[in-house]
């Protein structure tokens, strides 16, 4: 089936280390994204792609890194330099169509630092 | 800057009651995409309609209608005759412009709807 996979599901991370969130699809999708979301509220942006090798920063992007050397991957780094890492992270990918443009959400992964 | 508003951090229906989502949203785009997605308790957020900003035409699917007025710069979604599994964190989203992928999308806070039996 087409979707989009986000491992782990849950993630622990000392403080001072980076973790690396997996994201794949195969929907065939250029644009990916990464939000983060804390508890209680909306969905920010923190980083998204629209093509292969580029990729731009969204609203909360600092302490967080992404590379998109595959199409179906997107992968996001959260540094050390992210003073406050814990929440739920959501990568999700669109369509490059006109009119056809909604996010299809990956499952998610919680992340905890310790 | 673009941003969308729902005012109702909570609802808390019976089954059966129907149950409206407000959503307000600010733009300066003559056109734009408005959203409505479904977060249930797992997580992970199921998409539920797009309505673009020169479609103002209202859209009834099953137990769910969305009423969307420009004049008002209001969204408004509308589940007929709840059930519990109706029970979810429901969010409205806003991206600006036409173009067909990359348009980022601004979030209103959600609206936790909580269906009792």
Redesign the interface.
């Known amino acids: 089936d087409g979707g989009i996979t986000q491992s782990p599901k849950y993630l622990f991370r000392k403080e001072g280390q980076n973790v690396t969130l997996s994201c794949e699809q195969n929907l065939n999708h250029d644009a990916m994204y990464w939000y983060r979301q804390d508890p209680g509220q909306g969905l920010r942006l923190i980083y998204y792609s629209q093509i292969v090798n580029d990729f731009q920063k969204g609203d909360i992007a600092e302490g967080y890194s992404v590379s998109r050397e595959k199409k179906e991957s997107f992968p996001l780094t959260v540094t050390s330099a992210q003073k406050n890492p814990t929440a739920f992270y959501l990568c999700a990918s669109s369509a490059d169509r006109v009119g056809y443009n909604e996010q299809f959400f990956g499952p998610g992964t919680r992340l905890t630092v310790l | 800057a673009q941003k969308?508003t729902q005012a109702q951090?909570e609802i808390s229906v019976v089954e059966k009651e129907d149950v409206t989502l407000d959503c307000v949203y600010e733009t300066r785009d003559t056109t734009y995409?408005l959203?409505w997605?479904k977060q249930p308790p797992?997580?992970?957020?199921?998409?539920l309609i797009?309505r673009?900003s020169f479609d103002e035409q209202n859209e009834i699917s099953g137990r769910y209608s969305w009423n969307f007025q420009k004049s008002t710069s209001s969204f408004n979604f509308t589940i007929t005759a709840s059930q519990v599994v109706d029970s979810a964190v429901y969010?409205c989203a806003l991206?600006e412009g036409?173009?067909?992928?990359?348009?980022?999308?601004t979030?209103?806070?959600?609206t936790r709807v909580l269906v009792k039996p």
């Open positions: 969308v951090t995409y959203f997605y797992s997580g992970e957020l199921v998409f797009r673009n969010f991206s036409i173009k067909a992928a990359g348009n980022k999308l979030f209103g806070g959600g």
